[in-house]
């Protein structure tokens, strides 16, 4: 069976008033394969398979293991709860890709990959839903983009993921998609970054906000009704997540400006701006391969944009050695930096025991230096990704809350430009340039200003290489890979069968 065209709704359904949140709504019911340009099917073809590989590497870790003990395996009969385990598996060790705006994948396709199961549905229904949920949770996370949520803390992303993912693959009516919204954003997750950063709470970012998107389904799906504009209205989602709320991200560019062209994927665990520190690190390790490369190393510093520190100023506060919490690991630039040139490559078995109380590692993290470059912050902010395109969009209302980030001079200068138009040349600039000195003088130095798989040229025409290589770390079998190189065109039995390959074993 394909993908439904949306029907009216429930019987006798009231018309809704006009609304940003009901123009989207009726947007992505209605959107088709068809619809698509042919650069973000690949995107999303990709991306699929990018998120399978972060979903099959939670399943291997001991923290995915206990949540499939708390909420059952990640393929069953149920599919809301399925959603909601596929959610939490992907999430939590910085595998997920990321765009403008927010951590898509995590909702976006875990949701549609279980309903197509549950539905019966086809490839190019699958492809359709997680193209029409990304720009869904895009377009509501970039509107309170400039707030006080950032990435995985927005757990709103995943709960207008997980609407809109559904919805989708079910066929529902426009209707229902504004209320099943309206409800779901009346009471949205609101994250407290210390429990965040905290024992194991991280493992359910994305799995509580994707129970709580099922929930408003079956709602509004009974007939329950909810405010049409509860996200763009003076008093409601916007007006509490967002410190210069952009109502008009909401709906402006329909079908112009497609956000999952901004796509960044993930070829390695790490948070906001270790991957072009460890980028860096394993190009100094590729130059001089040998064993005692890391003998000797008097300091490490990495020159970064202002995002960067600022997230490791957070994480310092958590700890730093072998009882860090195993969500913050991901997080911390110098412990990532230094398995690197230790081991030259980072995986997640560098991120739980015995890897983590190998006391080597935490001697060479603790040489570690981050510094400002202020040029750094400057290219960050003049990105798309993760929230230049916002603060052009807002202009000068933008500053002040820029300036508490970024300094008030790089606040003035970021919001010069015009907003994009297309997001066809995207990019997400969180550069880095490391400098390693030896105690006997040598120095080596590497810079990378756009991770590898993050959005730009590059990835632009390597993306499948980079996550099929992706998929293939995380020990997904090419028989699987080789189904989703053909995700538009499979039958409803391929993709079963192309979901089920890539989890088990």
Not at 62 to 88: K, N, T
Not at 265 to 293: I, M, Q, Y
Request: charged share 20%.
């Amino acid at each position: 069976m394909t993908g439904r065209r949306p029907g009216p709704g429930p019987a006798g359904e009231t018309p809704l008033p006009p609304s940003r949140t009901a123009e989207l709504a009726g947007w992505a019911a209605g959107l088709r394969l068809e619809d698509l340009p042919t650069r973000v099917v690949g995107l999303a073809r990709s991306q699929v398979l990018s998120q399978l590989a972060a979903i099959r590497t939670g399943l291997g870790h001991p923290l995915g293991r206990r949540l499939v003990s708390a909420f059952g395996e990640p393929l069953q009969s149920d599919p809301a709860r399925s959603a909601a385990v596929l959610a939490g598996l992907g999430s939590w060790l910085n595998l997920d890709d990321t765009a403008y705006a927010g951590h898509l994948s995590n909702s976006t396709v875990a949701t549609p990959l279980a309903y197509v199961r549950s539905e019966g549905l086809d490839g190019a229904a699958c492809l359709t839903a997680v193209v029409a949920a990304n720009e869904c949770a895009a377009r509501v996370t970039a509107a309170a983009t400039l707030g006080p949520f950032r990435g995985q803390t927005a757990a709103h992303t995943s709960l207008i993921g997980g609407v809109t993912g559904r919805l989708h693959c079910t066929g529902a009516g426009a209707g229902t998609w504004t209320h099943a919204i309206g409800l779901a954003m009346t009471m949205p997750p609101w994250t407290l970054l210390y429990g965040f950063l905290s024992g194991d709470a991280r493992v359910l970012t994305a799995l509580t906000p994707v129970r709580a998107a099922m929930d408003a389904c079956d709602a509004a799906e009974a007939g329950l009704t909810a405010a049409a504009d509860v996200v763009e209205h003076p008093d409601g989602f916007l007006s509490r997540f967002a410190v210069v709320p952009l109502p008009r991200a909401v709906d402006e560019g329909l079908g112009r400006r497609w956000h999952t062209d901004t796509l960044s994927f993930k070829v390695r665990p790490g948070g906001p701006g270790v991957d072009t520190a460890v980028d860096c690190a394993l190009e100094l390790r590729r130059r001089s391969p040998g064993a005692g490369f890391a003998d000797g190393i008097e300091e490490i510093v990495v020159e970064t944009s202002r995002y960067t520190t600022y997230v490791a100023h957070l994480t310092d506060r958590h700890g730093n050695g072998p009882d860090t919490p195993p969500s913050i690991l991901p997080l911390s630039v110098p412990y990532a930096v230094a398995v690197a040139l230790l081991t030259g490559d980072l995986s997640v078995a560098d991120f739980t025991a015995p890897a983590t109380h190998e006391a080597r590692r935490w001697e060479l993290s603790s040489r570690v230096r981050l510094v400002e470059d202020p040029g750094m912050t400057d290219d960050l902010l003049a990105s798309a990704a993760p929230f230049g395109a916002a603060v052009r969009q807002a202009g000068r209302p933008a500053v002040d809350w820029l300036a508490a980030f970024a300094g008030r001079e790089a606040a003035e200068r970021a919001v010069l430009g015009a907003p994009e138009d297309t997001f066809e040349q995207a990019t997400k600039h969180t550069g880095s340039r490391l400098t390693v000195r030896w105690a006997d003088g040598r120095t080596a130095t590497a810079r990378r200003d756009i991770p590898i798989g993050a959005a730009g040229e590059e990835t632009r025409a390597l993306h499948w290489e980079l996550v099929r290589e992706k998929f293939r770390r995380a020990g997904g079998p090419d028989e699987a890979a080789d189904l989703c190189a053909h995700l538009e065109e499979l039958s409803p039995a391929e993709l079963a069968k192309l979901t089920a390959t890539a989890l088990g074993g």
